[in-house]
């Protein structure tokens, strides 16, 4: 059965930059609202960003300035850039197709001061 496919993550330094991408081959991802959790070591997962069909989107207000989810519906691809990533950026994250909700692997990224 198909599911989300991520790509990206690491290991990364404070204040550098890197994009997830998720990749849902299927004509479902063009009318389905996308998002981006994550979640910490001991913490709850959490909203990190979506976007609609039309590409209107929301952020946490954690993440405010630095991330930018796009999307690019002729690829079914969704990409979370992450700009100034800090410490607590931390986590495993994943990307969910919000229409069946379906979830991505999750991916490590990183963050060391």
């Known amino acids: 059965q198909v599911r989300l496919i991520q790509s990206g993550g690491g290991l990364m330094q404070t204040g550098e930059s890197l994009r997830l991408s998720c990749a849902y081959p299927?004509?479902?991802?063009?009318?389905?609202?996308m998002a981006w959790h994550r979640q910490a070591p001991g913490k709850q997962r959490e909203l990190v960003a979506s976007?609609?069909?039309?590409?209107?989107?929301n952020y946490a207000d954690s993440v405010k300035g630095r991330f930018t989810i796009s999307r690019d519906n002729a690829k079914n691809t969704v990409y979370l850039q992450m700009d100034s990533l800090k410490p607590e950026d931390t986590a495993v994250y994943y990307c969910?197709?919000?229409?069946?909700?379906?979830w991505g692997q999750g991916t490590q990224v990183t963050v060391s001061s």
């Open positions: 976007i609609t069909p039309g590409g209107s989107t």
């Open positions: 969910r197709l919000d229409l069946l909700n379906y």
């Open positions: 299927e004509s479902a991802f063009s009318v389905s609202a």
